[in-house]
C-alpha cells in the first residue's frame, strides 16, 4: 500500500471550497504532497470539464511535477498529465493537467483572457512571491470577476499568510490548512567563518555530515560558481561518490539524476542552488547542509539591467532548506551560521515585485487593457519609482502612447514570449534579416552558461552554434522558434549585414559604452553610467561595446555580457540621436569660462574642439552661477558693510545673490571671467534703490571720514568694532567732540606721521586730556619736525611739520 500523504485529509475540504467559492487558500507544509495530490483530486470534479493549469515557481520543479503525477497515475509525462516549460514541452490530446512556468501563464492569459478550456489555476509555492506568480494571480483575479466567474482558483504553499491570500482571492475565501507530518529534524549550528570562502566551508562541512550521517546530503550554495568549487574539493575528498549539481543551467537528464535516488543504491551529494527549496522532493536526502546565503536579481533602474545579489537567507528559506532533510523520515540540518544570530535574519526573502524589472509587467497590463498596474489586485504594490521607469523606457522604444496604452510596436513586442527589452532586440534583428542571429543572443542573455561564460557575446554565438549537447539543441529550438515568430510580425525584411551587436544596441541604447583608457578597464556608457572590464577580456580592445548585462552597482558595475561595435555602427544607428552643440564649461585653474563645440551621444563625447562664437546668453548665464558663488569678490565688501550698517535690506548679500539676474547678467554679456569693472558693479548695486534708499545710506553709513585738516578718509563698517576709520592725529588737532555716525561714536584708529599705529578710541577728548601726554612725550623723540602740543583741541589742524606750518602762516 503506498503512502498516504498527509495533505490527502483535506482534501474534501478544499473539494468542497471550491465548489462553493471558486477559491480557496491551501496552507501545508513541505512534504505535505500538495504539488502532486491536489490537482489529480479535481479532475472528477462536475465543474471540471476543462484542463487544471498547476503554475509552478521553476522549469525543474516543473518537469518533476508532472512526471510525478504521470508516474501515479501509471502513465508518461504527456498523456494526463503534461508540463510547459520554456525550452522544454510535453503536452498531449487528451492532456487535463498541465503544470507549466508562472512566465508561460502569464504570457497565456494576456494572449486570452477568458482562458478557454481551463477550469481550474491552481498557484503553487505562492509564498516565493515571483513577479510573474503576483502578476498571474492578478490577471487571473481580474478575469475571474469580469469573463470568467466559474474559473476556480488555489493558492497553494507552505509559509504563507494563508488570510491576507484568502482576501486578496475575495470576501468569504476558505483558508485550509494541512498539518502534514512532522519527521523529526535535528538542527546542528556549525558557525561561519567569515575568513574563509563560503564553498570552502561548505565543501568542509558536507565532508562532516558524509562522515557522521546516513542518507544522501543535500547543499545549498548561492550560485553555479560555487557549486562547481565545492564539486571539485568533493571530488578530490570523496572518488566515486556521486556528487550531482542542480540549477537552472543542467541538462534535463542530470536533473532528473539529482532529483531521483542513484540506481546503483549509492549514497548521493546534491549542490544546489535555491532552485531545491521548495516544490521538489529530493529522494532519499536525509542531510542538508545550508549556506545561508541566497543570490537574486534585482533591478538596476539607473543602468537598465538586473544584478545579482548575495544576501543573507531569511528564516522561512532557512526553514524551506531544512525541511527537505525531513522529507521522507528523520533529518538533520547543518547551517554555517550561530544559532543567535538566526533571529536577526529577514522572516521573508522580498517580493519580487518591489526588486525586479517592471515594463514587462507593464508593458503586458498594457496589452491587457490596464494603463495603470495599481488598480489591480495586488498583496504588494509595485513601486512608483520601478513603474515610471519602466514607462519611459517603453516610451521611449514606442511600446506605449502617452496615455499609457499599447501600441503597434508594443503589440508586437508583447507576442513574443519574453521581456520587452530581448523582444525590441529581436525585432529589430528580424527587419534587418537576422532574426535568427538577434534571437539567439537574446537567449544567450536569458540563458547563463550557453555558449560558455565569457563576457564576449558575440564569441559565445559562435560557441553555441556548434554546441550539439541537449540543453543547447533545446535552446536553439526556442530562440530559432521566437525568430519564426518575429519574422511574421514585421513587414518585409530589409536584408544589412548588420553586425548583430547592432539590434542589442537599439534595444539597450543607454547601455553602449566607449572605452575611457587603453586598458579597456573602465567604460562610459550613454546613459552616463561608468561600467569595468576585464582587461586580460578579448573586449577590451574594442572601442565600442553594447552591453548586455552588467553586475553590480554605481560606478564599478562589471561587465558579464558585450559584444563590440565599430564606431561606423555607432554613427550609423544612432544618427538620429547624435547632438552638435556648444558646451560653455568653467576654466577653475584660469577662472574663466570655455566654450566648445562638441559631438555628443548621450553622455558620451564623439568630437570636441573650440567654438569661436559661443551662444553669449550661455556664458553669461555660466558666469551669473559662478558669480552668485563669489558675490563677495564682486560688489565691494564695503559696500556690503555699509549697507548692512545702515540696514538697506535691497542690499544685504543675499539679497543681490537673488536678484543677480536683474542687476548683473546684463554686465556678463560680453565677458568672458568676473574681472568686471569696480565701477560698474557699484553703479548696478546702487540702481537696485531708490533715491531715499541712497540718501539714508550716505547718511547712517557715509563712505568717508572728512577731518579737521580736511583729509578724506574711508569709514570701514566690517568686523565687530566697526564703524572704523584710521587717521593721522595731526588731522583732528582742535578737535574737541568724537566724530559720530549717526548715535554711534567710531573707533579712531590714531597714527603717526609714518602711518603707525598709536592709539584706538572711541572717546577724543578724553584721550586729549588723558593719555595724550604720555603719547606726545614718545612721539616728540620720533618725530621732533612735527608740532606735539600740550592742549592739541586748541591746535590748529594740519598734518603739515613745525617748519611748513610756520612759514604757511
Known amino acids: 500500500m503506498p503512502t498516504r500523504l498527509p495533505v490527502e485529509t483535506v482534501i474534501p475540504d478544499v473539494l468542497v471550497a471550491l465548489r462553493e467559492h471558486c477559491g480557496a487558500v491551501l496552507v501545508a507544509p513541505p512534504g505535505a504532497g500538495k504539488t502532486t495530490a491536489v490537482a489529480p483530486a479535481l479532475l472528477a470534479e462536475p465543474w471540471c470539464d476543462g484542463q487544471i493549469l498547476l503554475l509552478s515557481p521553476r522549469r525543474v520543479a516543473a518537469r518533476a511535477a508532472a512526471e510525478r503525477m504521470a508516474e501515479m497515475l501509471g502513465e508518461k509525462a504527456g498523456e494526463t498529465v503534461g508540463y510547459s516549460t520554456r525550452m522544454d514541452s510535453r503536452i498531449g490530446k487528451n492532456t487535463r493537467i498541465v503544470v507549466m512556468t508562472e512566465a508561460i501563464f502569464v504570457n497565456r492569459i494576456v494572449a ?46 507552505a509559509t504563507i499568510d494563508g488570510a491576507r491570500f484568502a482576501r486578496l482571492l475575495g470576501e468569504g475565501t476558505p483558508a485550509i490548512e494541512s498539518e502534514g507530518k512532522a519527521w523529526p529534524l535535528r538542527i546542528e549550528w556549525l558557525g561561519a567563518k567569515a575568513e574563509r570562502r563560503i564553498d570552502e566551508q561548505v565543501a568542509s562541512a558536507v565532508l562532516t555530515a558524509w562522515h557522521g550521517e546516513t542518507g544522501d546530503v543535500l547543499a545549498f550554495l548561492p550560485g553555479v560558481g560555487e557549486i562547481e568549487r565545492v564539486r571539485e574539493r568533493l571530488e578530490q575528498r570523496l572518488p566515486g561518490t556521486p556528487i550531482l549539481p542542480l540549477h537552472g543551467q543542467v541538462e534535463p537528464a542530470a536533473q532528473r539524476l539529482a532529483i531521483r535516488r542513484d540506481p546503483e543504491g549509492r549514497r548521493r551529494i546534491v549542490l544546489a542552488t535555491s532552485i531545491a527549496e521548495t516544490s521538489l522532493t529530493l529522494d532519499g536526502v536525509s542531510v542538508v547542509v545550508d549556506s545561508g546565503v541566497a543570490r537574486s536579481a534585482e533591478f538596476d533602474i539607473a543602468a537598465g539591467t538586473s544584478h545579482l545579489v548575495t544576501r543573507r537567507a531569511s528564516r522561512a528559506a532557512a526553514a524551506q532548506r531544512a525541511g527537505r532533510a525531513a522529507r521522507q523520515g528523520p533529518g538533520v540540518a547543518y547551517r554555517l551560521w550561530e544559532e543567535a544570530g538566526h533571529a536577526g535574519r529577514p522572516e521573508f526573502d522580498p517580493p519580487e515585485i518591489v526588486t525586479a524589472d517592471l515594463a514587462p509587467l507593464t508593458l503586458a497590463l498594457a496589452r491587457w487593457g490596464e494603463a495603470d498596474p495599481t488598480r489591480l489586485p495586488w498583496l504588494d504594490p509595485p513601486p512608483a519609482s520601478a513603474l515610471s521607469g519602466a514607462r519611459e523606457w517603453l516610451l521611449a522604444m514606442g511600446a506605449l502612447d502617452d496615455e499609457g496604452r499599447i501600441s503597434a510596436f508594443g503589440e508586437k513586442l508583447s507576442a513574443l514570449p519574453m521581456d520587452p527589452v530581448h523582444a525590441a532586440m529581436v525585432l ?78 537599439l534595444a539597450m541604447p543607454g547601455n553602449v559604452a566607449r572605452r575611457r583608457d587603453a586598458s579597456g578597464e573602465n567604460w562610459i556608457s550613454v546613459s552616463g553610467r561608468g561600467f569595468v572590464l576585464d582587461p586580460a577580456s578579448s573586449l577590451a580592445r574594442a572601442e565600442w561595446l553594447a552591453i548586455g548585462d552588467a553586475q553590480g552597482l554605481a560606478k564599478g558595475a562589471r561587465i558579464t555580457a558585450a559584444a563590440a561595435l565599430d564606431a561606423s555602427d555607432v554613427e550609423a544607428i544612432f544618427a538620429d540621436r547624435i547632438e552638435r552643440r556648444s558646451v560653455v564649461s568653467w576654466n577653475a585653474a584660469d577662472g574663466r569660462a570655455e566654450a566648445r563645440l562638441q559631438r555628443k551621444l548621450g553622455a558620451i563625447t564623439l568630437a570636441s574642439g573650440p567654438d569661436p562664437k559661443p551662444d553669449a546668453d550661455a556664458v553669461a548665464s555660466l558666469l551669473l552661477g559662478k558669480a552668485r558663488e563669489r558675490l563677495d569678490t564682486i560688489v565691494p565688501a564695503s559696500l556690503l558693510a555699509r549697507a548692512a550698517h545702515a540696514g538697506i535690506a535691497e542690499l544685504h548679500r543675499d539679497a543681490l545673490a537673488a536678484a543677480a539676474e536683474d542687476w548683473l547678467l546684463p554686465l556678463l554679456h560680453g565677458w568672458r571671467d568676473l574681472d568686471l569693472p569696480r565701477g560698474a558693479v557699484i553703479d548696478a548695486v546702487l540702481a537696485r534703490i531708490d533715491w531715499d534708499a541712497r540718501q539714508r545710506l550716505d547718511r547712517l553709513a557715509p563712505r568717508e571720514f572728512t577731518s579737521p585738516a580736511g583729509t578724506r578718509h574711508a569709514i570701514d563698517y566690517a568686523g565687530e568694532n566697526a564703524p572704523v576709520v584710521e587717521v593721522r592725529v595731526q588731522a583732528l588737532f582742535g578737535l574737541d567732540s568724537h566724530p559720530m555716525i549717526g548715535t554711534t561714536p567710531m573707533l579712531l584708529n590714531l597714527t603717526s606721521p609714518a602711518g603707525r599705529p598709536i592709539q584706538a578710541t572711541r572717546d577724543l577728548p578724553g584721550f586729549w586730556r588723558g593719555s595724550w601726554a604720555d603719547v606726545a612725550k614718545d612721539m616728540k623723540g620720533r618725530y621732533p619736525r612735527h608740532r606735539w602740543p600740550e592742549r592739541p583741541w586748541e591746535e590748529k589742524p594740519s598734518l603739515k611739520t613745525k617748519n611748513a606750518l610756520a612759514k604757511g602762516g
Open 112 to 157: 486570452d483572457p477568458e482562458l478557454p478550456g481551463v477550469s481550474a489555476v491552481l498557484f503553487d509555492e505562492a509564498h516565493e512571491r515571483h513577479l510573474d506568480s503576483d502578476l498571474g494571480l492578478a490577471l487571473a483575479i481580474e478575469s475571474r470577476s469580469v469573463l470568467r466567474e466559474d474559473l476556480r482558483l488555489l493558492v497553494m504553499s
Open 428 to 505: 529589430f534583428g528580424a527587419e534587418a534579416g537576422q532574426g535568427r542571429e538577434a534571437a539567439r543572443v537574446a537567449l544567450l542573455l536569458q540563458e547563463r552558461g550557453l555558449g560558455g561564460r565569457g563576457e564576449d557575446l558575440l564569441h559565445r554565438l559562435s560557441q553555441f552554434a556548434v554546441d550539439r549537447g541537449g540543453r543547447a539543441n533545446a535552446a536553439r529550438r526556442l530562440a530559432d522558434g521566437w525568430a519564426t515568430r518575429a519574422a511574421k510580425l514585421i513587414d518585409q525584411p530589409v536584408a544589412s549585414g548588420a553586425n548583430p551587436a547592432t539590434f542589442l544596441a
